[in-house]
């Protein structure tokens, strides 16, 4: 039996396993495939100041190895989420992190310092990645002054864990996680979705309602990959994993190249049971290359040369 | 309603004509209450570019054997791999999914389809029969030569048929079919699958007739369960998803992006 | 029969369909599958201003719906390709475009002006995205100001068609098209690959040589077909599109979001005689939709709203 | 050589053991002329994760007959999906690839090979026999049951056999056998084919013995035809690719990595 407990700053998880936000519901819709405590954490979706309605649809489309979608944040805001969907949720085994997400500073400070009272959430995923929403979403993660503004503001205003989602869409993923390092996030967490286009050529239209839209799945590994390595050899804080993990090798993998958890989006669509299939299968992993405790193929790549 | 995720074994796979089959699938586990309307998620396997699952109705079930029956019309790769699915091999679904059709307040109640879009109707009619209703079925296809199990249909009800060309009853659209300009027709609900003009215009002729109209809508689906949100359907409610919400919808709630 | 001719700055091409750069070697290596004269042009592969052996080995593995490689300029530099290749490859009966590459601005001036000379080669494509160079290579590529000063440089220097190909790596990528363009580019292309790694778990190894490489393939074209939309609502010229083409439907979406021509990578290496079943597909297409002129779908996507 | 794209008709498909099949591929266009060591791009439809073609070796060629046998290992995806093949489906192929063994000075000549790396020494035992060469073979596998085709190297040469456990033949490494101290073994030429450590420890054996070596060599590869690059080689000519200037190499030439 290998030690599966990662932490993450101050929060410990059983294992490094969780669901990514926006692919896991509020973790009910799991249910009846899995036992949700058996889960590292559960990323619930974002959330925002108020009710939004999200995009018109067609909202998706499958892409090769993958899927484009522009669901926006369909939510009904923080307080519907604190009123209603929170006393279901907070009786779960296992550590639900709100990911927080908004169009104006404000906005992102008014959803966090309400979470800061509710006493299961122990941290927040500010979510300044989305590429789905016209204003705020990824113009914080892809301008950098923008991304220590909401971060030093949230910080402030928040005062459990604070993990930042880095968006792909910019040319060094890893100056936006020192920079917000330095603006006090706890952790980082990447990549969130590509911006991609898909065109139906029959219609001579784009598919999307939105004409762009996120791209996830495995088609987007090895550039998750490779981001997740270049912020870990830049960071202190530390890295949670996400893009296009379908198995517990891909897991394992995001782990040798620097992170300390993963979040598992696309693939719960395919297989429901994929996290729980995960958490066992780097078990096994760890067992059959007698490595005791998974914290130690943290970051464990070996460089050539 | 439970889910379940199953493999079950392909017992069947028939092909009905140049575009429709039909995949008979049987699990040891005894089946769990399905109703119609309902849908099950398919994995396809061996298909390169088929990532996600595709939704398919339910077209019909047998308890007492434990069979489940899937009717698919061949649009694409997943579908066309789905064809060539031989007896023994495995198929994985995650079911059942989506809400389902009520109960109507008459004796009788009509059932139109356009083309695949008679997939959910034959369950659905079946069931009619067991709650001792009297199912008709208006079925439209574009050629006589894609008509579906039309003899199936007719030993749950009467049937009408509808074709494009005019080569299997009334020449047209279904909405266009005689039956529906019918006063004697004494029916208090109406039913719908197919392509949305065609639901939406069943629809309308609902309004006029002020008869009560459900309508089983298709969307892109990542999940089916409700996780995803990718199957939004604006509604006089707001958005709903037609994977939970949904597939089954009272016309009178939904907003038709056409 | 629909008129497939388009035009790149001055230079005519008898169709939209070319072969990119690195996956087509100098043409010959294909001659055995298709007749070359029928492609719209060629790009070959990357020159430098010397002989370079490229990268250590492993140089590409296969990832979902693509692959990364990480070849380099493996090239025999500029004077050999002239007074050894070219005498082989200038009697074919279509354009050969040559993908200029290099570390420094003195490199890639050094080559372009020696191209100057070259009869048959019309237009040259200068490379400022290659993710496979330690030094120069990409670095031009994703740093604005960079970029301009090359291409002032070697618009200065070379008289003809000058083709600037864009890296997808950055933020903005429109914002380089346009400096491009301000600099004097006659045409862009794009995108080169995505950069990304892949990992063996097994062995806790990097599997290429240089840890990380370029994504190619299928899996990249959402985000490709977003770029080119992107540039194309930029730029006034030309705009040649790329990244994971496989077939003819895959080439129109490229020209509806408003590539004028494309170019076909890594499916080459799965279907060598893709690139002349791409022209017939897009000859289908338009009499079945009675086109008859291919710049009438060059970007034609109609946006709803 | 000219190399061409062809589709094949599986006309058998023939299960060695747990690891190795045999594939006969059949094509109505008269073969070309095939060289031994040369290796052809397979095209794996139907394997969802696999995207570019495999590079197999020609395990033995029917010029009568017209028929190209590839022997495979299962080793990943793509090689499971081809291992499923049923007679009668297609198999498309890209050939003939990369340059081949060359010709020995002396009578005799030994093949060594490891693994699924006796794959090319079928042919090229064959071909030794038609130009009047007697080979020697000296095939080395992890265990008995893993052994393929004996008896049909045994009908072109002599045979030796190692198994890592002992289970047939010598025990322990080819590179340990018997047959490599032997000083009567009169031969002026060693091929070898199989993991790079054992063709690395036969070339250094050759070296000393003063024998020429030709190693078939494996890389990574995308295109198969020179085309990508992605093959390279050191050598002490410079970098080399391995789909055009080998997958035969003098190792003389080599510069190993291991
Ligand atoms: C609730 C529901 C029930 C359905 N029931 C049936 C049924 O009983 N029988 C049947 O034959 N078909 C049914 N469909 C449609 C079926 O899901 C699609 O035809 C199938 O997914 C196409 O897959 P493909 O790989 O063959 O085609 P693709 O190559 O993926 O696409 C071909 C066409 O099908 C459409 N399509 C692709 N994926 C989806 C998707 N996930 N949802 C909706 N449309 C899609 C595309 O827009 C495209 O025009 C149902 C769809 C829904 C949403
Ligand atoms: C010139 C040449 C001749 C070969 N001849 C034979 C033969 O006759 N019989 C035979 O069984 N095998 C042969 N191989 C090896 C064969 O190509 C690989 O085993 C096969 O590509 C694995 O595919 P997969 O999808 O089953 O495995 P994957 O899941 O892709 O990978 C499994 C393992 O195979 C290796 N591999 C994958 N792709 C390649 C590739 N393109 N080139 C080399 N290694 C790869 C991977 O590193 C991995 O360790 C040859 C390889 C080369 C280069
Ligand atoms: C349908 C869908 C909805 C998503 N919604 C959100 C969201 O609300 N907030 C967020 O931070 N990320 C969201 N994401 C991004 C995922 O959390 C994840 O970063 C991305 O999908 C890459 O991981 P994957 O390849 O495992 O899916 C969404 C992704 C998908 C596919
Ligand atoms: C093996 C390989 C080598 C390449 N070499 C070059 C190169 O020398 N110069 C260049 O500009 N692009 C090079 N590229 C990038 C391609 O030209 C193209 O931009 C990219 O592969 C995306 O297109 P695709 O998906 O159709 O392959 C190379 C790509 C591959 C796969
Ligand atoms: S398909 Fe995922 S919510 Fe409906
Ligand atoms: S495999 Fe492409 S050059 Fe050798």
């Given at each position: 039996m290998a030690d599966l407990r990662v932490c993450i700053g101050d929060l410990h998880f059983k294992n490094p396993v969780t669901a990514a936000s926006g692919c896991f519901g509020y973790g009910k819709e799991y249910e009846d495939f899995i036992d949700l405590g058996k889960l590292g954490a559960v990323f619930v979706k974002g959330t925002t100041g108020s009710n939004r309605k999200g995009n018109p649809y067609p909202r998706m489309v499958e892409t090769s190895s993958g899927m484009l979608n522009s669901v926006g944040f369909q939510n009904k805001g923080i307080d519907y989420f604190i009123s209603d969907i929170y006393p279901g949720i907070k009786q779960y085994n296992t550590h639900i992190i709100v990911n927080v997400s908004g169009s104006t500073i404000e906005e992102y400070v008014m959803v966090a310092e309400k979470l800061n009272d509710l006493e299961k959430i122990p941290a927040i995923e500010l979510n300044i990645s989305c590429p789905n929403v016209k204003e705020g979403g990824m113009v914080f993660g892809t301008h950098c002054p923008s991304a220590i503004k909401v971060t030093t503001a949230v910080r402030k205003a928040y005062h459990k864990t604070l993990i930042v989602k880095l968006s792909p869409n910019v040319t060094s993923i890893y100056e936006f996680a020192r920079a917000v390092e330095g603006a006090g996030a706890d952790a980082v967490s990447l990549i969130n979705t590509l911006l991609g286009m898909a065109i139906d050529a029959e219609k001579q239209k784009p598919v999307l309602a939105t004409v762009t839209g996120g791209l996830s799945g495995p088609a987007i590994k090895p550039v998750a990959l490779r981001m997740v390595w270049e912020v870990y050899n830049a960071v202190k804080i530390p890295v949670i994993g996400i893009g296009g993990i379908m198995n517990a090798t891909d897991a394992i993998e995001f782990m040798l190249a620097g992170a300390t958890a993963v979040q598992i989006g696309t693939a719960n669509f395919i297989n429901p049971r994929v996290t729980v299939e995960v958490i066992k299968g780097i078990e096994d992993y760890l067992v059959e290359k007698d490595i005791t405790d998974v914290k130690d193929i943290i970051g464990a790549l070996k460089i050539p040369g | 309603m439970k889910k379940y995720i199953h493999d079950f074994q392909i017992i069947a796979n028939r092909r009905i004509n140049t575009e429709y089959f039909v995949l008979s699938l049987a699990n040891e586990k005894k089946l769990p209450e399905i109703k119609p309307g309902q849908f099950v998620q398919v994995r396809v396997d061996n298909a390169p570019n088929t990532f996600l699952r595709r939704p398919i109705s339910v077209y019909d079930v047998n308890y007492e054997k434990n069979i489940l029956y899937l009717l698919i019309q061949v649009v694409g790769e997943g579908t066309r791999t789905l064809s060539e699915l031989k007896n023994g091999e495995k198929l994985n679904l995650i079911y059942p999914l989506g809400n389902s059709f009520s109960l109507p307040d008459s004796e009788k109640a009509l059932l139109i389809g356009g083309g695949v879009g008679v997939a959910p109707l034959m369950f659905l009619g079946r069931w009619l029969t067991e709650q001792k209703k009297e199912p008709v079925f208006l079925l439209g296809f574009r050629n006589s030569e894609l008509q579906v199990d039309i003899d199936r249909f007719r030993k749950l009800g009467e049937v009408y048929i509808s074709t494009d060309d005019g080569g299997?009853?009334?020449?047209?659209?279904v909405t266009q079919h005689p039956v529906l300009h019918n006063d004697t027709l004494d029916i208090s609900m109406v039913y719908a699958c197919g392509p949305d003009v065609m639901m939406k215009a069943v629809a309308l002729w609902a309004e006029k007739k002020n008869i009560s109209c459900e309508a089983s809508l298709e969307n892109t689906m990542a999940c089916g369960f409700g996780a995803c949100l990718c199957c939004a359907q604006e509604t006089v409610q707001g958005i709903l998803l037609v994977c939970t919400d949904g597939p089954v919808f009272n016309t009178k709630e939904l907003i038709w992006q056409i």
């Open positions: - | 299997a009853g009334e020449k047209g659209l």
